[in-house]
């Protein structure tokens, strides 16, 4: 593919509200998990932003506060990435910016509390929940260029824990198609009720800090999270500045199971081969893979299987879940901007947490930061429903 | 953007399917409103048959529908499944049970309450590793998701499945939320030679509403009461085999659609 280009880029997790920040937390290696002391459950760990509760939404609809609107907010007015898009709507006009957004739970917080106040007569929810500018999926991006002012088309992928990986893919779509000249690609998720207990059942919430690649992983600490780029064609605008440059995409299906994933790893080694083909690079151009790795046994066990079918054991790879917990349809968007920061400020980040790393896993991951300037950058989304993404990116 | 059609199919109150839904639309036979009926999913295993429920088995059946029309192995064909709601039965039990102290959520509801269960159920019913996506637009998911499988149809060069559905949310969330009635539809789009299909379709947007304004009469009442079914002029035009334009509003603007049959 031609590549794209990234010419802003914003990120809040509990690694760091804004780029400074977590690029501090990724180089001291300083994890954002605390105890889990969300929506009533006190098992395992989190990974919380702080300040949403203090986060208030100016200049939109006020139907659309929520958490997860309060924390796409809180990026939006990072890194500034506000004025940055203006720039862009000031050059290209508010109808050629479109915003595609990828998100599983979207407002869902919304709707436990609105469950929790039920009228018990009418069974209706109280008057205050605002379910179309909450909870309802198309909530993000309506509330996304609301507060950025673009009226291009909008779009909102939920492809489960591969979702604002998988935002980057569609948006390319409508800029081949000329439908758009600059598109916002990112996502938020929040914690909820839902995912915390929901993964609790499944079985898959570590009692401890998550910690991917570990010989003794044993499950996934839930983070939230919030990241958007600016993305548009190379050279189409003189003012704009490169940060990095998307290379390419593959993106396929497991056809396997709902919630665990292929152990063949067909799928996913099909979307790195498909991503590495679409940036003309070979396996030995790449110098780091961002896993998906969200520290449970099989997901682990899957993508090392298929990272070394594809790399054998010369490319560093590791999970950065263990700073920010698993953002779930947040987490492929943040982990591009982490791909942004590595790239701009050289260094690899190392998995946190492990102590011995899986004897059995054959590709090379690391345990430690490395001083390295890398100039391309896969990183992996998997998620439930058998989806798989990984797309590379390349340094400025 | 110009695609073609090769393949379509409907389901919903009194629409059985393409060879049906063609007559009713053509006004060759009146439109006579009933349940609709959604059998369990061949492709599936029989334990994950038998527990799908009626969004899945909808979306689906209309997958295969369309892809058998077209004439086109699931393998080959990049899917888009496009819902407002999606599962909202499976949210409402979760929403209920995180509602009282300790409540326990299903581990098969959870898994099954992403929003590309159904999407996920179709790869994983034909063993298909060809990507799915799954969008979520509130009122427009027809006409957003139409505007992206036709893009990705283009870039891929490759033919695209766009399976818009969606069903009535039961509990507190559906009193906010109302869909009426169970609807679906789907179109095999591809951009090659798309002459050879049912209908070329040249597609633009606009700024404002679309013209002309969908009317609301008989099957027509339907729109207003599932987002899905706003893509009922559409199929409408396609059934007719005329030169016709219609206009499906978006969230802001419209998409403009010139139907051409073939």
């Given at each position: 593919?031609?590549?794209?280009?990234?010419?802003?880029?914003?990120?809040?997790?509990?690694?760091?509200?804004?780029?400074?920040?977590?690029?501090?937390?990724?180089?001291?290696?300083?994890?954002?998990?605390?105890?889990?002391?969300f929506?009533?459950?006190t098992?395992?760990?989190?990974?919380?932003?702080?300040?949403?509760?203090?986060?208030?939404?100016?200049?939109?609809?006020?139907?659309?506060?929520?958490?997860?609107?309060?924390?796409?907010?809180?990026?939006?007015?990072?890194?500034?990435?506000?004025?940055?898009?203006?720039?862009?709507?000031?050059?290209?006009?508010a109808?050629?910016?479109?915003v595609?957004l990828?998100?599983?739970?979207?407002?869902?917080?919304s709707?436990?509390?609105?469950?929790a106040?039920?009228?018990p007569?009418?069974?209706?929810?109280?008057?205050?929940?605002?379910?179309?500018?909450t909870?309802?999926?198309?909530?993000?991006?309506?509330?996304?260029?609301?507060?950025?002012?673009?009226?291009?088309?909008?779009?909102?992928?939920?492809?489960?824990?591969?979702?604002?990986?998988?935002?980057?893919?569609?948006?390319?779509?409508?800029?081949?198609?000329?439908?758009?000249d600059?598109?916002?690609?990112?996502?938020?998720?929040?914690?909820?009720?839902?995912?915390?207990?929901?993964?609790?059942?499944?079985?898959?919430?570590?009692?401890?800090?998550t910690?991917?690649?570990?010989?003794?992983?044993?499950?996934?600490?839930?983070?939230?999270?919030?990241?958007?780029v600016?993305?548009?064609?190379?050279?189409?605008?003189?003012d704009?500045?490169?940060?990095?440059?998307?290379?390419?995409?593959?993106?396929?299906?497991?056809?396997?199971?709902?919630?665990?994933?292929?152990?063949?790893?067909?799928?996913?080694?099909?979307?790195?081969?498909?991503?590495?083909?679409?940036?003309?690079?070979e396996?030995?151009d790449?110098?780091?893979?961002?896993?998906?790795?969200?520290?449970?046994?099989?997901?682990?066990?899957?993508?090392?299987?298929?990272v070394?079918?594809?790399?054998?054991?010369?490319?560093?790879?590791?999970?950065?879940?263990?700073?920010?917990g698993?953002?779930?349809?947040?987490?492929?968007?943040?982990?591009?901007?982490f791909?942004?920061?590595?790239?701009?400020?050289?260094?690899?980040?190392?998995?946190?947490?492990?102590?011995?790393?899986?004897?059995?896993?054959?590709?090379?991951?690391?345990?430690?930061?490395?001083?390295?300037?890398?100039?391309?950058?896969?990183?992996?989304?998997f998620?439930?429903?058998?989806?798989?993404?990984?797309?590379i990116?390349?340094?400025? | 953007?110009?695609?073609?059609?090769?393949?379509?199919?409907?389901?919903?109150?009194?629409?059985?399917?393409?060879?049906?839904?063609?007559?009713?639309?053509?006004?060759e036979?009146?439109?006579?409103?009933?349940?609709?009926?959604?059998?369990?999913?061949?492709?599936?295993?029989?334990?994950?048959?038998?527990?799908?429920?009626?969004?899945?088995?909808l979306?689906?059946?209309?997958?295969?529908?369309?892809?058998?029309?077209?004439?086109?192995?699931?393998?080959?064909?990049?899917?888009?499944?496009?819902?407002?709601?999606?599962?909202?039965a499976?949210?409402?039990?979760?929403?209920?049970?995180l509602?009282?102290?300790d409540?326990?959520?299903?581990?098969?509801?959870?898994?099954?309450?992403?929003?590309?269960?159904?999407?996920?159920?179709?790869?994983?019913?034909?063993?298909?590793?060809?990507?799915?996506?799954?969008?979520?637009?509130?009122?427009?998911?027809?006409?957003?998701?139409l505007?992206?499988?036709?893009a990705?149809?283009l870039?891929?060069?490759?033919?695209?499945?766009?399976?818009?559905?969606?069903?009535?949310?039961?509990?507190?969330?559906?009193?906010?939320?109302?869909?009426?009635?169970?609807?679906?539809?789907?179109?095999v789009?591809?951009?090659?030679?798309?002459a050879?299909?049912?209908?070329?379709?040249?597609?633009?947007?606009?700024?404002?509403?679309?013209?002309?304004?969908a009317?609301?009469?008989?099957?027509?009442?339907?729109?207003?009461?599932?987002?899905?079914?706003?893509?009922?002029?559409?199929?409408?035009?396609?059934?007719?085999?005329?030169?016709r334009?219609?206009?499906l509003?978006?969230a802001?603007?419209?998409?403009?659609?010139e139907?051409?049959?073939?």
């Amino acid at each position: 593919m031609k590549p794209l280009v990234v010419t802003s880029g914003t990120v809040v997790s509990a690694a760091g509200h804004g780029l400074a920040q977590t690029v501090l937390s990724l180089k001291e290696r300083r994890s954002g998990l605390t105890g889990c002391d969300f929506a009533g459950v006190t098992e395992g760990f989190i990974g919380r932003v702080p300040g949403i509760e203090q986060h208030g939404l100016t200049a939109v609809n006020p139907g659309f506060d929520c958490r997860n609107n309060r924390l796409a907010d809180m990026a939006l007015m990072s890194d500034g990435f506000f004025d940055a898009v203006m720039q862009a709507r000031a050059f290209y006009g508010a109808d050629r910016v479109a915003v595609v957004l990828g998100t599983s739970t979207s407002g869902i917080l919304s709707a436990e509390e609105a469950y929790a106040a039920v009228d018990p007569v009418a069974g209706m929810p109280p008057d205050s929940f605002d379910q179309a500018r909450t909870q309802d999926l198309f909530a993000l991006p309506r509330f996304v260029a609301s507060r950025l002012g673009l009226e291009g088309p909008l779009l909102c992928v939920s492809n489960a824990c591969a979702s604002s990986s998988r935002a980057f893919v569609d948006a390319r779509y409508w800029l081949e198609a000329g439908l758009c000249d600059a598109v916002v690609v990112g996502g938020a998720d929040s914690l909820c009720g839902m995912t915390l207990r929901g993964f609790a059942s499944l079985g898959l919430i570590a009692p401890d800090m998550t910690r991917p690649c570990d010989a003794r992983r044993n499950g996934i600490s839930i983070g939230e999270g919030a990241g958007f780029v600016l993305l548009e064609r190379e050279g189409a605008r003189p003012d704009a500045t490169v940060m990095m440059r998307w290379l390419g995409y593959g993106v396929s299906s497991d056809g396997h199971h709902m919630s665990s994933p292929d152990p063949q790893a067909r799928g996913a080694i099909h979307a790195m081969r498909d991503a590495l083909a679409h940036a003309a690079l070979e396996p030995s151009d790449i110098d780091y893979v961002n896993l998906h790795g969200t520290g449970t046994l099989a997901n682990d066990a899957m993508e090392d299987r298929a990272v070394h079918a594809v790399f054998g054991d010369g490319v560093p790879c590791a999970s950065t879940k263990g700073w920010t917990g698993h953002t779930l349809g947040a987490s492929g968007i943040i982990e591009t901007l982490f791909s942004a920061l590595m790239m701009r400020e050289g260094f690899l980040a190392g998995c946190l947490n492990v102590g011995t790393p899986d004897p059995a896993f054959r590709s090379h991951v690391l345990t430690a930061n490395l001083e390295r300037m890398p100039k391309a950058i896969m990183s992996n989304a998997f998620g439930f429903g058998g989806t798989n993404c990984s797309l590379i990116f390349g340094a400025a | 953007m110009r695609i073609g059609v090769r393949g379509v199919t409907v389901r919903g109150p009194g629409l059985s399917g393409w060879a049906q839904a063609l007559r009713v639309l053509r006004g060759e036979e009146d439109w006579v409103p009933g349940p609709v009926h959604l059998p369990p999913p061949d492709c599936l295993p029989p334990n994950e048959r038998r527990r799908s429920g009626a969004v899945t088995r909808l979306a689906l059946l209309l997958a295969d529908e369309a892809c058998a029309q077209a004439g086109l192995a699931v393998s080959d064909v990049r899917g888009v499944f496009a819902s407002s709601n999606g599962d909202g039965a499976g949210m409402d039990d979760i929403l209920a049970s995180l509602s009282v102290p300790d409540g326990e959520v299903s581990p098969t509801r959870f898994h099954n309450s992403v929003h590309n269960a159904a999407a996920g159920y179709w790869t994983i019913g034909h063993g298909a590793i060809t990507p799915v996506v799954a969008l979520g637009c509130f009122d427009w998911s027809f006409g957003h998701g139409l505007l992206k499988a036709a893009a990705e149809c283009l870039v891929e060069r490759k033919p695209v499945v766009l399976v818009a559905y969606d069903a009535p949310i039961p509990g507190p969330i559906g009193r906010v939320r109302v869909t009426k009635d169970i609807f679906g539809c789907a179109l095999v789009l591809d951009a090659e030679d798309a002459a050879s299909g049912l209908a070329v379709l040249d597609m633009s947007c606009g700024v404002g509403p679309g013209e002309p304004e969908a009317e609301r009469q008989g099957v027509y009442g339907l729109i207003d009461g599932n987002p899905a079914a706003k893509a009922l002029p559409l199929l409408a035009a396609l059934a007719r085999g005329q030169n016709r334009r219609v206009a499906l509003d978006g969230a802001s603007g419209h998409l403009s659609i010139e139907v051409r049959p073939c």
